[in-house]
């Protein structure tokens, strides 16, 4: 079946230090992943697409289809990457549908 | 433009009754899809309606249903409520549909079944 995992519910790192939040899929086909976020009192929304190889606000996520993963990172975090992170596929066989994975909250602490 | 609307935005219900969820999607979407979030099960797809008709269907029973409108704009029904549909209810406006880098979510509805 397929499957999104984020292994890390919570995740704390100090500003400026970089991070990397976990994302692991199982998927027979040729995945499409996205990132999502929900910033506190937010709307869930579009962070990143892995097809459009773009750095968003500094994050970065590399397809890894040989480990079935799809981290983001950043770099140097910054105080605004407070939020709730959303792993999610684009399962296209059968019926067409996101998956998303539990979801990581990450802390920026000053 | 203006953005994805819910209505309500909280609800309480009594175990059995039903509930009727409403979602206006940005102005030239066709996809409506609909999510349930809860702490346990996290963000687990419903459906999603495409130009009135129903397109892909997630993994729940037939007590939930939907259906859309010649403007796009998405119901959702939720018959028999059980205890366990308290969730906050998404839905996500696109042009193209599922898995479309343009999709848009709303603020959700927050339903609480006693």
């Known amino acids: 079946a397929q499957r999104v995992t984020q292994p890390e519910k919570l995740l704390s790192v100090f500003k400026g230090a970089p991070v990397e939040l976990k994302c692991n899929y199982s998927?027979?086909?040729?995945?499409?992943l996205f990132w999502y976020v929900q910033y506190s009192r937010q709307r869930l929304q579009l962070l990143l697409r892995h097809i459009s190889r773009e750095s968003i606000k500094g994050f970065t996520a590399d397809l890894n289809k040989g480990e079935t993963s799809f981290h983001l990172k950043k770099p140097f975090a910054q105080e605004e990457d407070s939020a709730m992170y959303y792993c999610?596929?684009?399962?296209?066989?059968?019926?067409?549908?996101?998956?998303f994975g539990q979801g990581t909250r990450l802390t920026i602490n000053p | 433009k203006a953005g994805v609307t819910q209505t309500p935005r909280y609800l309480i219900k009594t175990r059995g009754q039903q509930v009727t969820l409403s979602c206006s999607p940005i102005s030239g979407h066709r996809s409506v899809s609909w999510y349930q979030q809860t702490p346990g099960q996290g963000l687990q797809f419903l459906f999603e309606?495409?130009?009135?008709?129903?397109?892909n269907k997630g993994n729940f029973p037939g007590r939930f249903s939907g259906r859309q409108f010649s403007n796009s704009r998405s119901e959702m029904n939720v018959s028999t409520l059980e205890l366990g549909d308290s969730a906050l209810y998404l839905c996500?406006?696109?042009?193209?549909?599922?898995?479309?880098?343009?999709?848009?979510f709303g603020p959700g509805t927050r339903l609480t079944v006693t």
């Open positions: 996500a406006s696109s042009l193209r549909g599922v898995g479309s880098y343009e999709q848009y």
């Open positions: 999610a596929l684009n399962q296209i066989q059968g019926a067409q549908k996101l998956v």
């Open positions: 998927y027979s086909g040729s995945p499409e």
């Open positions: 309606y495409f130009s009135e008709t129903q397109r």
